[in-house]
């Protein structure tokens, strides 16, 4: 029974990820190859084909997906760089007592309402809205920035970046205390510390943070319906336009099959990328990427940072 109870302990996930996640996928696949044969029917699979891929790659579709690409990667970026420093100063110079409150704090805007969020800031950002007439005030033009591809970018972040910060921030607090006190001890500068240990750590955290952002955000049709307009289109919108209006499923799930696949190819693109412009500091500076668990390791990480210190 002890052999086969780590794959029982994992069935109920199993089950829920082939049952909610692969079936209907594999259904979105399936339906992706056939056809609308009358204005009354969604779909049909009496002739299967590649026809619906066809339809999809129009100048239209390119355009929306070039634009739907630059908002995912800029908005994870951003979610990145405005995530990290909040997540560190939440595990490492917030008192441990305080840090419950502040993660409650980051969780309010998952309390609310998606949509509700998103209309406060076409409300925020109308021109006749409360924020353009503060900025007429001072003797500034009007906002235009609703219904425009940097509207969209400001509310995905704003929608996304909690998704960030909580990885990152159990990504920072796992690093251990005295493995950084340690690397100070031997001569390390702070920034040292930073980027040859606590970083290199906290690497699973901040991919977990980057795919909860970057996967969603790329399907997120609410964001760029309510602040894009016709600027900020995105493929999500396009997809659920072919389900929810013009019933045409297969066309619908040829764009969901090719957004699945670009998602993926970017991620790898990424990850590879990634790996080869870090590739000379890990052979430069024997960065620490895996646990640190006896004190003896934890001594030879920091002196390796102590050794890039004074390199």
């Not at 251990?176 to 040292?192: I, N, Y």
Request: hydrophobic content about 55%; charged content about 10%.
């Amino acid at each position: 029974m002890r052999k086969y109870s780590g794959i029982l302990l994992a069935l109920p996930a199993w089950l829920w990820l082939v049952c909610f996640f692969i079936v209907p996928v594999g259904m979105v696949v399936v339906f992706s190859f056939g056809d609308k044969p009358d204005i009354f029917s969604t779909h049909s699979l009496e002739h299967l084909s590649f026809d619906r891929y066809g339809e999809v790659f129009t100048p239209a579709f390119f355009t929306t997906f070039l634009n739907t690409l630059w908002i995912g990667l800029a908005g994870t970026a951003i979610c990145l760089v405005v995530g990290m420093p909040v997540a560190y100063w939440m595990a490492v110079k917030v008192r441990p007592e305080r840090r419950g409150i502040l993660v409650a704090l980051v969780m309010v805007p998952f309390w609310t309402n998606f949509l509700v969020r998103t209309i406060g800031w076409q409300i925020l950002l109308a021109p006749e809205g409360w924020l353009s007439t503060l900025v007429q005030g001072l003797g500034l033009p009007a906002l235009e920035i609703l219904n425009t591809r940097q509207a969209v970018l400001l509310g995905v972040v704003y929608n996304y970046l909690p998704l960030m910060i909580l990885p990152l921030f159990v990504a920072f607090d796992r690093v251990s205390g005295p493995l950084r006190e340690a690397s100070a001890d031997l001569g390390a500068p702070k920034w040292t510390t930073f980027f040859r240990i606590t970083l290199p750590l906290a690497q699973p955290g901040i991919i977990a943070g980057v795919l909860l952002v970057y996967i969603p955000l790329m399907g997120d049709y609410i964001t760029a319906t309510v602040l894009g307009g016709a600027k900020g289109n995105m493929v999500g919108q396009l997809v659920a336009g072919q389900f929810q209006t013009a019933l045409n499923w297969s066309l619908g799930s040829a764009m969901a099959v090719v957004l699945i696949g670009v998602i993926l190819v970017s991620i790898a693109i990424g990850a590879a990328v990634v790996w080869l412009v870090t590739l000379p500091a890990r052979k430069k500076f024997r960065l620490v990427l895996g646990p640190v668990e006896s004190s003896g390791a934890r001594a030879v990480a920091a002196r390796t940072a102590a050794e890039g210190a004074g390199a």
